[in-house]
DNA sequence: TTAAAAAAGTTGCTATAACAACTAATAACA
DNA sequence: TGTTATTAGTTGTTATAGCAACTTTTTTAA
């Protein structure tokens, strides 16, 4: 029988939390959750995906996006449009708010990832990324 | 400038919510929860634990844990009694229902590690580990 | 070309996750 | 010993996370 310490599922968990808990912390000045984040990180590098891009990109249900994204409108993040080609679409735009946000965050979240990654070589983390992959096909 | 894919917190991420989601639907048919689950696999560990100690062992907030232990309580799993040495602790017992249900879900968590290790050999999982523990060391 | 199917979003629900502020009980210590 | 600090648990709030069921719009197909 397999004792608490053998599930590396926990293992990779427990890391999750730790982690999103500390990012969360660095980015509570800015009213920014961390999810939230990663949808402003998307945006940044290409603006204008819609909500399914989003869902999509991020690997989650659209549900959740539609309410994360309505969070970052209220704080004036970004804006929605209506597609022009497709009308049951919408369109997410940075704000003028949302892009200057960016010049500050992406330094944190570049520090925070040298920070985690502290000690540990390139390819110990290519390994980590690939073991990482083949576990979520494995769970697919 | 990093791009989306060199950030590992994402792929931590990413991976404990495929993982986590993969599990949750294992469990639904029994009516449990997986962080229900965990807080159970302690308890077939080691029963009597106060809602503190579970808190402790899972590295998590105590309001957490006392809102998921009351929902195992009403599921009539644990049950939960004044301790008699400290009247501000409770000790968190395991019923009947509680015990038995360990005897059906242990075989699908040990499945479900089974799975999800499929083709990842004892050393990979072992320097996965090491790694994540010391990411772990990192943001603390 | 119209009926059926699929796609994009929304609303409602349940379950984590963590922080702040609170009560009650116990421990520390002056 | 009596005040203070600490500890265990609870309540309230905000933010994910995903499922089911729904509306509206677009696409597929008979």
Do not use: C
């Not at 209220?74 to 209506?82: L, N």
């Not at 949302?98 to 983390?125: C, Q, S, W, Y």
């Amino acid at each position: 029988m397999l004792s608490w310490g053998d599930y590396i599922s926990i293992d990779i968990h427990q890391t999750d939390l730790k982690l999103t808990s500390y990012i969360k912390n660095k980015l509570a000045p800015f009213n920014l959750a961390p999810e939230q984040n990663l949808i402003l990180m998307l945006l940044w590098e290409l603006d204008g995906l819609s909500q399914n891009d989003i869902a999509e990109k991020l690997d989650k249900d659209k549900t959740n996006i539609a309410r994360m994204v309505l969070n970052l409108e209220r704080k004036g993040f970004i804006k929605r449009t209506v597609s022009q080609h497709d009308r049951r679409s919408l369109k997410v735009n940075l704000t003028e708010k949302g892009r200057a946000l960016g010049n500050k965050i992406i330094p944190i979240t570049e520090e925070f990832n040298h920070l985690v990654t502290h000690g540990i070589t390139e390819e110990e983390l290519k390994e980590l990324s690939r073991i990482l992959k083949k576990m979520r096909e494995n769970a697919r």
